[in-house]
């Protein structure tokens, strides 16, 4: 398997556009969560689904921020409009439920998406 | 609710062994993780550890699981250049819900 692909790796927008990101998960993954990573705040979970359903977006940072996950094998996180105080590297991670006595929590990472606003 | 707390920096020279710490504070804690970050990457699991084991070794790597006190370690033997990157303990009940600590930066000395 490729791992979790997210595109694109890097974006530079300005103060007031749209922003969308892409995550392809791990096929038969039934996990995906999304995440901002900053200097200021370290590793931030801003949302996961389970089976395409959002179970938790109680770490979106406010109504600027939507994720939809139409499909098992796509997800997107939009920022619309964005600000400079967004900039930050978005993470895609997925994984897959088996419960405590198979530790299936673990999380497969994607590369990541650098997003600057100007 | 759940957190899970690092030092943010170690620095210790090629060939010593590194030690990074890190305490949680979830009672119900099913599986903790260590986690690797090299620049311009995403995390990659290194090791985890289930919450009844004391102790896990993998080749240079070295898990030590202290649930009295909430204290976990990564004991980096034998450390070389290329293990230079951010380490985070991480914390889940086996809910899928992971809780990342801060991360540690370990800088390696050549």
């Known amino acids: 398997d490729a791992g979790v692909i997210q595109s694109p790796r890097h974006e530079v927008t300005e103060m007031g556009q749209e922003v969308t990101l892409r995550c392809k998960p791990i096929?038969?993954?039934?996990?995906l969560f999304w995440y901002r990573q900053t200097m200021m705040r370290g590793l931030e979970l801003l949302i996961y689904?389970?089976?395409?359903?959002?179970?938790?977006d109680s770490g979106m940072p406010e109504d600027r921020f939507s994720a939809k996950m139409p499909n098992a094998s796509f997800s997107t996180l939009k920022i619309q409009p964005s600000e400079p105080r967004d900039s930050a590297v978005y993470f895609c991670?997925?994984?897959?439920?088996?419960?405590?006595?198979?530790?299936?929590?673990?999380?497969?990472f994607g590369p990541g998406t650098r997003l600057t606003v100007l | 609710g759940e957190d899970v707390e690092q030092s943010l920096f170690l620095s210790v020279r090629e060939g010593d062994s590194s030690v990074i710490n890190c305490t949680y504070t979830?009672?119900?804690?099913?599986?903790l993780y260590w986690y690797k970050q090299e620049p311009g990457a995403g995390l990659q699991l290194l090791t985890y550890?289930?919450?009844?084991?004391d102790m896990k070794q993998d080749q240079r790597l070295t898990v030590l699981l202290n649930k009295k006190d909430k204290h976990l370690s990564l004991r980096i033997a034998d450390t070389q250049t290329g293990d230079s990157a951010i380490y985070f303990c991480?914390?889940?009940?086996?809910?899928?819900?992971?809780?990342f600590g801060t991360g540690t930066k370990l800088q390696v000395i050549p």
């Open positions: 991670a997925s994984s897959l439920s088996g419960g405590p006595k198979t530790g299936t929590d673990t999380q497969y």
């Open positions: 096929s038969g993954h039934d996990y």
């Open positions: 689904f389970n089976n395409n359903v959002p179970i938790d």
């Open positions: 979830d009672s119900s804690s099913t599986y």
């Open positions: 550890i289930f919450s009844n084991m």
């Open positions: 991480a914390e889940s009940g086996g809910y899928q819900k992971v809780t």
